[in-house]
């Protein structure tokens, strides 16, 4: 029964292991999808929009993803030919869920 514990465990092990191995690969996968699209779309924004986009990318990584793909279905689709500051403000705020306001009142 020794045996047959311990082969099980060591299954268990390479099997724990090759589904690291292959979440590791998708992840880099998807990095550097990213990135090709990230250079792609990067051609097309002027300076002042790269700035803001740097800038996001560092404080909300996920944010800035979701911006990059919103800004790379429009110049895929032609709705826009060059991506500026203005334009990137716009595509952010269309990110942002709006806030609701609670209005307090004393009784």
């Known amino acids: 029964m020794d045996e047959l514990e311990q082969i099980r465990m060591k299954r268990l092990q390479e099997m724990q292991a090759q589904a ?24 097309k924004m002027t300076k002042e929009a790269v700035s803001r986009y740097g800038n996001i990318k560092a404080v909300c990584p996920e944010k800035a993803v979701h911006a990059l793909m919103v800004m790379a279905r429009a110049l895929e689709t032609r709705q826009v030919t060059q991506i500026d500051d203005g334009l990137l403000k716009h595509f952010l705020g269309a990110l942002t869920p709006q806030k609701k306001e609670f209005k307090i009142k004393r009784v």
């Open 20 to 43: 690291l191995n292959n979440q590791m690969q998708q992840e880099v996968q998807l990095q550097q999808q990213v990135e090709m699209i990230e250079n792609a779309v990067k051609t």
